[in-house]
């Protein structure tokens, strides 16, 4: 049974850092990434990686986000850094074996994690 685990969520002020981590276990995933929902707002991709290195930011984390993977351990990251107001929302891990899919929407969620960054 395929099962990801978001932690490291949490409040922070404005220009602080947070570091999320994805636990994946049941299958290794060949695309990993992080999407995060703002209250009223779609649901929107910030980050993804695949096993072979590729990576793609949203254009409004660039420069201030990082996507990182251990294979080894089936988890991915996200280093949050210089956080600001607007990216407060639940941010979600998502996997799936193709990249494609994951870019719109991979097959498996993880529950989400709040992450609030006050001004």
């Known amino acids: 049974q395929v099962q990801l685990v978001e932690s490291g969520g949490g409040l922070v002020q404005a220009g602080g850092s947070l570091r999320l981590s994805c636990a994946a276990s049941g299958s290794i995933f060949n695309a990993m990434g992080w999407y995060r929902q703002a209250p009223g707002k779609q649901r929107e991709l910030v980050a993804a990686?695949?096993?072979?290195?590729?990576?793609n930011y949203a254009d409004s984390v660039k420069g201030r986000f990082t996507i990182s993977r251990d294979n080894a351990k089936n988890m991915v990251y996200l280093q949050m850094n210089s956080l600001k107001p607007e990216d407060t929302a639940v941010y979600y891990c998502n996997a799936d074996q193709i990249l494609s899919r994951l870019l719109r929407g991979g097959e498996y969620w993880g529950p989400g994690t709040q992450v609030t960054v006050s001004a």
């Open positions: 990686i695949t096993r072979g290195g590729y990576i």
